[in-house]
């Protein structure tokens, strides 16, 4: 661990500024009891977030947009399953032809987004920072810039409290 902190000192949102601000590269894990983010910066740019326990998978994403069918999403679990997940579900779907590599970066992206969003609610736990670390085997990055991915996370988060 190369910096960290606490929660209840620096929100989020500020934890993210600072990386963005000081160009810093490497990643950044925000840990609650009951979660994990991570984060992979290059000079202050967001390239990749996952998370622990998600929302959405990937798959219940690309048939909310009608690129995939619930049938075809079933047919590429099976194929992963019997291969012991030796193959992403994203390239089994591309290989069967259900699905092209343009949409699933789409898919992959608004995942990513839904990161930020989940983890700018978190108001407990800790963040630690590993210099220089950078996501292994990831070829669809993030490519919206952080301010906006913040200001639009804030935004939801003032309209779920005014609910």
Do not use: C
């Not at 202050?44 to 219940?60: F, P, Q």
């Amino acid at each position: 661990m190369d910096f960290g902190g606490d929660l209840l000192v620096l929100e989020p949102s500020m934890v993210f500024q600072i990386f963005s601000v000081s160009r810093l590269t490497g990643m950044l894990k925000f840990i609650t009891p009951e979660n994990v983010a991570s984060f992979y910066f290059k000079e202050g740019e967001l390239l990749y977030a996952t998370i622990d326990t998600r929302k959405k998978k990937i798959g219940n994403i690309l048939i909310e947009k009608g690129w995939i069918t619930e049938k075809q999403l079933k047919g590429a679990l099976r194929h992963f399953l019997s291969n012991e997940g030796s193959e992403r579900i994203g390239n089994i779907l591309i290989n069967k032809g259900y699905l092209d590599y343009d949409s699933l970066a789409a898919a992959i992206q608004e995942q990513m987004k839904e990161v930020v969003y989940e983890v700018l609610k978190w108001k407990q736990g800790h963040f630690i920072f590993f210099n220089g670390v950078q996501p292994e085997d990831e070829d669809i990055l993030l490519d919206i810039k952080l301010d906006y991915l913040i200001l639009e996370g804030l935004k939801r988060l003032d309209e779920e409290e005014a609910d």
